[in-house]
């Protein structure tokens, strides 16, 4: 005849050490992660994030300029800008697989903002698009009398394109337009000292 009656769970027993020593691990756990939290949070009071103008540097552009000019065949443009701006970085690119080689200087704008400028005298179509990101042609900004081509991108970049018969010039940024107009007046104001100095007698005789 079987038992009728049930044979109840056998619940475990833990030992009080073991169990002592289960709550101090975890308390242990808890206590090693606050620590750990507490000093990640003081490292970052203590280092808060530098604003971008502690991103500046002073690259003497107008010497590199002159540098490169040897390997550029032509004297890069590196316009007088205001008080408040600089260049981050200043460089002349080989011919890549566009065959395209050019000069490509960073500048930071007194507002911290950014533009670079890019010049080539052997640009093309292909390449002017990919320095201004592909974005389509939305007009025209007219610059101290030389005009500009307007490209805009719809994620906030816009580019500006100067070309003559000698060079071209591309302006990329996120920077106000009244930024863009500083920097594209000095560069075509230098391409028209080098002009003039070149062909002194143009000058004259108008």
Request: charged share 20%; hydrophobic share 45%; no cysteine.
């Amino acid at each position: 005849m079987s038992d009728s009656n049930p044979t109840p769970a056998v619940k475990p027993v833990i030992a009080a050490g073991a169990a002592k020593r289960a709550n101090a691990s975890v308390i242990g756990m808890l206590l090693a992660m606050f620590s750990t939290v507490a000093i990640v949070l003081t490292i970052v009071w203590l280092n808060p994030e530098p604003k971008a103008g502690a991103y500046r540097t002073e690259v003497d552009v107008a010497t590199v300029a002159g540098h490169a000019a040897d390997t550029a065949g032509f004297l890069p443009v590196a316009p007088v800008l205001p008080e408040g701006w600089s260049a981050n970085y200043a460089r002349w690119n080989p011919p890549g697989t566009d065959g395209v080689a050019y000069w490509d200087v960073g500048y930071v704008t007194a507002d911290d903002t950014f533009i670079a400028l890019r010049e080539s005298v052997t640009a093309n179509p292909t390449w002017i698009a990919a320095q201004a990101q592909q974005a389509p042609v939305t007009g025209t900004r007219t610059i101290d009398g030389h005009d500009w081509e307007l490209r805009d991108n719809p994620k906030g970049e816009r580019s500006l394109v100067f070309t003559s018969a000698e060079t071209t010039i591309v302006l990329t940024g996120a920077a106000d337009f009244k930024d863009f107009d500083i920097l594209a007046a000095g560069a075509t104001a230098l391409l028209d000292e080098y002009a003039a100095t070149a062909n002194p007698t143009s000058k004259e005789s108008k």
